[in-house]
Nanobody, 114 residues
Framework: QVQLVESGGGLVQPGGSLRLSCAASGGIFSNYLMGWYRQAPGKERELVALISSGGTTNYADSVKGRFTISRDNAENTVYLQMNSLKPEDTAVYYC????????WGQGTQVTVSS
């Protein structure tokens, strides 16, 4: 059974940093597209960043230059380094692995507030 477990969320002041991790178990994911999405209260879930099996990355315009996605295929883990955080980054962040099937993590809360 495939399971994705996120960690690293929390409360941070504006301008601060957080690093999210998402570790997968129950399969081999080196060929999967991995990504991070977020959902703020009252809003739809939106794409934050993607990373292909070859390491090509893609970012939402709102996070370009501030967030960095990376992956460790040996550990079946995807990361999201978030710097210069803003209050509008407050959301539940979800990791996503997809190839033929799509898998989601349970979500981790990120709150940016002074």
């Amino acid at each position: 059974q495939v399971q994705l477990v996120e960690s690293g969320g929390g409360l941070v002041q504006p301008g601060g940093s957080l690093r999210l991790s998402c570790a997968a178990s129950g399969g081999i994911f080196s060929n999967y597209l991995m990504g991070w999405y977020r959902q703020a209260p009252g809003k739809e879930r939106e794409l934050v960043a993607l990373i292909s099996s070859g390491g090509t990355t893609n970012y939402a315009d709102s996070v370009k230059g501030r967030f960095t996605i990376s992956r460790d295929n040996a550990e079946n883990t995807v990361y999201l380094q978030m710097n210069s955080l803003k209050p509008e980054d407050t959301a539940v962040y979800y990791c996503n692995f997809r190839l033929v099937l799509i898998y989601w993590g349970q979500g981790t809360q990120v709150t940016v507030s002074s």
